[in-house]
């Protein structure tokens, strides 16, 4: 086997019991494979993030500022930790940081840090709210979904063909269940206030959810697919348990979408088989999940 002794950076290291970041899950991962004998940086918002004290998947850790604080200061905090860590690859984990990371590709690789990641425009593709146009390259259906700006519009959503329970979504994090009104617009101000608009509702499909996670080279091609069923769910719809598969249909999908989209870089895709064992596509991630 190939020794690969390269220093990657890793982010995400964050791991609230509902909802932990991928971090830690793709630090272990590399740590474990037999070809890796470098280095691993891990990367936080948050002194208190559990995995930057991981020593057996870490050798150091260090903070990043936080997203919303601009490229220019994530620019130069990558500038300081290069100078101090000497990194071969980034590897970013989380939906909010990767906009800024994507931007700044080139500056980064400027440093001689190599990044995977989607063009900008892919990573447009992949937002919740053009979810419909993705399912339909990927050849799968799709609940409805559509972004709102008012909690109005939970009140009046049935005269437009709406039904509970619906899934009121944050752009980017956040998820909530709701059976009536009521509950849709206290989800609505709670995801607003924290995450932002829009936000975004989706038709509920009941069934089981299958996951399967890859890494797209950019050419169309989908790389070491990794399949699971969902067992068990936070409160959140994060996976708490599940089960390694393989599933012809779900590959397909995912595939004929990397294929459309030439993707490139990590990705997840998240599907839900319904009554009728039709998939349905609820959501794609542009990065690695951490169930992986």
């Given at each position: 086997?190939?020794?690969?002794?390269?220093?990657?950076?890793?982010?995400?290291?964050?791991?609230?019991?509902?909802?932990?970041?991928?971090?830690?899950?793709?630090?272990?991962?590399?740590?474990?494979?037999p070809?890796?004998?470098?280095?691993?940086?891990?990367?936080?918002?948050?002194?208190?993030d559990?995995?930057?004290?991981?020593?057996?998947?870490?050798?150091?850790?260090?903070?990043?500022?936080?997203?919303?604080?601009?490229?220019?200061?994530?620019?130069n905090?990558?500038?300081?930790l290069?100078?101090?860590?000497?990194?071969?690859?980034?590897?970013?984990?989380?939906?909010?940081?990767?906009?800024?990371?994507?931007?700044?590709?080139?500056?980064?690789?400027?440093?001689?840090?190599?990044?995977?990641?989607?063009?900008?425009?892919?990573?447009?593709?992949?937002?919740?709210?053009?979810?419909?146009?993705?399912?339909?390259?990927?050849?799968?259906?799709c609940p409805?979904?559509?972004?709102?700006?008012?909690?109005?519009?939970?009140?009046?959503?049935?005269?437009?063909?709406?039904?509970?329970?619906?899934?009121?979504?944050?752009?980017?994090?956040?998820?909530?269940?709701?059976?009536?009104?009521?509950?849709?617009?206290?989800?609505?101000?709670?995801?607003?206030?924290?995450?932002?608009?829009?936000?975004?509702?989706?038709?509920?499909?009941?069934?089981?959810?299958?996951?399967?996670?890859?890494?797209?080279?950019?050419?169309?091609?989908?790389?070491?697919?990794?399949m699971?069923?969902?067992?068990?769910?936070?409160?959140?719809?994060?996976?708490?348990?599940?089960v390694?598969?393989?599933?012809?249909?779900?590959?397909?999908?995912?595939?004929?979408?990397?294929?459309?989209?030439?993707?490139?870089?990590?990705?997840?895709?998240?599907?839900?088989?319904?009554?009728?064992?039709?998939?349905?596509?609820?959501?794609?991630?542009?990065?690695?999940?951490?169930?992986?």
């Amino acid at each position: 086997m190939n020794d690969i002794p390269a220093t990657v950076a890793v982010t995400g290291m964050n791991a609230k019991p509902d909802n932990p970041g991928p971090g830690v899950a793709v630090a272990r991962c590399i740590r474990e494979s037999p070809e890796f004998s470098g280095k691993i940086v891990g990367l936080g918002y948050d002194a208190l993030d559990p995995g930057l004290y991981l020593k057996q998947y870490c050798d150091s850790g260090h903070l990043l500022p936080y997203p919303s604080t601009g490229d220019e200061a994530l620019l130069n905090a990558l500038k300081i930790l290069n100078e101090r860590e000497n990194i071969d690859v980034l590897i970013p984990c989380l939906d909010a940081e990767l906009p800024g990371i994507v931007r700044l590709r080139p500056l980064i690789e400027e440093m001689g840090i190599k990044v995977f990641l989607p063009t900008p425009e892919q990573l447009r593709l992949r937002n919740k709210d053009r979810l419909t146009e993705l399912a339909q390259l990927a050849g799968i259906q799709c609940p409805d979904i559509k972004s709102v700006t008012h909690a109005g519009f939970f009140y009046k959503c049935q005269d437009e063909g709406w039904s509970y329970p619906l899934v009121v979504k944050g752009l980017f994090y956040d998820a909530k269940i709701a059976y009536t009104a009521d509950e849709a617009a206290d989800a609505f101000r709670h995801i607003a206030a924290e995450w932002g608009y829009p936000v975004l509702v989706q038709q509920m499909v009941k069934g089981e959810e299958y996951n399967l996670t890859a890494v797209g080279d950019g050419h169309g091609n989908m790389l070491g697919e990794v399949m699971m069923k969902k067992m068990a769910v936070t409160d959140k719809g994060k996976a708490w348990s599940g089960v390694s598969i393989f599933d012809q249909a779900l590959y397909d999908a995912s595939a004929a979408l990397v294929k459309a989209i030439q993707w490139r870089g990590p990705l997840e895709v998240e599907v839900m088989r319904d009554k009728h064992g039709q998939y349905q596509l609820i959501e794609i991630n542009p990065r690695f999940p951490a169930w992986i």
